[in-house]
């Protein structure tokens, strides 16, 4: 039968192309695969072997002028896709010592997740918050931000961090909006630091507030209380077999994810934690913040120390082991799963 009309196939399949028609029969399995069939692999970025790359970007241009300098951390199968996974960026920003990077705003949600150095702040919607390795801070959607590094405690050191964005989910969805702030560099702060947590960071609220938006109205969630959580919690050995102890960062007003694109975690894995695998449908991407210990992702072997970060593909198979006690956080595009119903998980073993 193919034999037969091989050919003649062939010419209607050209016959159609100027109309803008293709045949689905062609296509089917691929757009319907029995289960995913991402073309992300998993990957590594070893942060001992990239920083010099990113001092070296920061001899060669400012902050200033690069707007954001950021080493992007590409996957490997995406080249020239600005993507770790199909739905998330992800790169490594630098701001130097006395370095500003100018207001702006946009549609894309951002996190930010401190690696490497203290001192540099960030102006979020005119609040600022001071930044130290393992503190989570959050740049809702349209929110007027800024970065800046004045140093702190009488140091004056470059300051590093990991962006996560949702850029990918907003490219898709060709609803991306932007625009640069008038003030320039920074933009005028209006709340003293500290502002937030104490309007919604003490398990309370006020009374009367307008619910603004989707997004936490903490944006800056310490590492300092992160850490004592998970450490209570080992204590408790309340030690789950797949993840240790996993916390989720929320929107204190809602219960809800701290940005309504991207779910976002830290987690702890005790010394001698050899956890069992587990897959779901939301890639993620994981920085380590403290310990050592090998990540099997898929097919590959991750021998992973402080200030690592690699990415878990949609559906590949994931364990750890833990050698020393590990704390590392990880983000991923798990709340959009959830909202339309796609998201599967699978606890094996
Ligand atoms: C952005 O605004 C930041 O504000 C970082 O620090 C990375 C990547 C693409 C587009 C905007 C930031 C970004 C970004």
Redesign the pocket.
């Known amino acids: 039968m193919q034999q037969q009309y091989g050919q003649e196939r062939q010419k209607l399949y050209d016959d159609i192309r100027p109309q803008h028609l293709t045949p689905l029969w062609e296509v089917l399995h691929a757009l319907v695969p029995p289960q995913p069939m991402t073309p992300c692999v998993p990957a590594f970025w070893r942060y001992r072997d990239i920083r010099p790359y990113l001092m070296a970007a920061g001899k060669l241009i400012t902050a200033e002028e690069a707007?954001?300098r950021?080493l992007?951390l590409e996957n490997p199968a995406l080249p020239g896709r600005?993507a770790i996974t199909q739905s998330l960026?992800a790169?490594l920003?630098l701001i130097l010592p006395g370095e500003v990077?100018p207001s702006?705003r946009?549609v894309?949600s951002?996190l930010?997740f401190v690696i490497d150095g203290k001192g540099a702040y960030?102006t979020v919607a005119g609040e600022r918050t001071t930044m130290h390795p393992g503190d989570f801070i959050i740049?809702p959607s349209w929110t007027w931000?800024?970065?800046g590094n004045e140093g702190i405690d009488g140091v004056s050191e470059p300051v590093v961090w990991l962006?996560g964005?949702d850029?990918p989910m907003v490219r898709f969805f060709d609803a991306g909006f932007?625009e640069n702030d008038a003030v320039g560099k920074s933009q005028p702060v209006s709340r003293p630091e500290g502002s937030s947590h104490a309007r919604f960071g003490a398990n309370m609220a006020p009374v009367r507030h307008d619910r603004k938006g989707l997004a936490s109205p903490i944006f800056s969630y310490p590492y300092s209380r992160t850490r004592e959580a998970l450490h209570t919690l080992a204590r408790e050995q309340d030690i789950d077999a797949w993840e240790g102890v996993k916390l989720k960062y929320i929107n204190p007003a809602t219960g809800g994810w701290a940005i309504p694109t991207l779910a976002t975690f830290m987690q702890f894995l005790p010394k001698g934690f050899a956890g069992k695998r587990s897959r779901s449908t939301d890639g993620t991407v994981y920085c380590v913040t403290e310990g050592a210990g090998i990540a099997h992702v898929g097919n590959e072997r991750f021998s992973f120390g402080p200030q690592d970060i690699f990415v878990v593909p949609s559906w590949a198979p994931l364990s750890f082991e833990a050698h020393q006690d590990v704390v590392m956080f990880s983000y991923s595009d798990r709340p959009v799963h959830e909202a339309l119903g796609i998201l599967r998980e699978e606890f094996l073993d």
């Open positions: 707007v954001r950021v992007i600005s960026y790169g920003q990077a702006h946009h894309q951002a930010r960030t740049t931000h800024d970065h962006d964005l850029i932007a």
